[in-house]
């Protein structure tokens, strides 16, 4: 659905500001950053790479489905980043997660199963850092 090599949007083309409520689903393109609240589905339309931001203050109850997610908001319900997911330290999820990649802060809090959706088959070796052995 995501172009594999896209690049996250830099600019914001749309803000839903603090004390807005919506109730129904948001379709959208480009950035968008979120302050209010929203009960219902929020998801990247087309093919380009889309960015959305969920701020400290923002609260969404549905679905999240987009490349790059940064959130540092609540959301109740499942998350979907194709590209790059990064939850800051007041992130609050309830719901499971699908990811590419991840950076997690210290302080985010997931209750749900975490899913890596990268490329199936390839295996991560883990490298102890230099020090003691």
Do not use: C
Not at 10 to 24: F, K, P, V
Not at 35 to 59: F, M, Y
Not at 90 to 103: C, H, L, M
Request: cysteine-free.
């Amino acid at each position: 659905m995501f172009k594999k090599d896209s690049k996250p949007q830099n600019r914001i083309d749309t803000l839903i500001g603090a004390g807005t409520r919506i109730t129904g689903d948001v379709a959208f393109s480009g950035g968008l950053r979120i302050d209010g609240e929203i009960k219902g589905n929020v998801h990247a339309t087309g093919d380009q790479s889309a960015t959305l931001v969920i701020s400290e203050h923002a609260r969404i109850e549905g679905d999240v489905s987009v490349s790059h997610l940064v959130i540092n908001g609540t959301v109740h319900g499942p998350v979907e980043s194709s590209g790059f997911l990064e939850l800051q330290a007041k992130a609050r999820v309830t719901g499971d997660i699908q990811y590419n990649s991840i950076e997690m802060h210290l302080g985010a809090v997931v209750e749900g199963r975490m899913v890596h959706t990268g490329q199936p088959g390839k295996a991560h070796e883990l490298k102890l850092a230099s020090g003691g052995n």
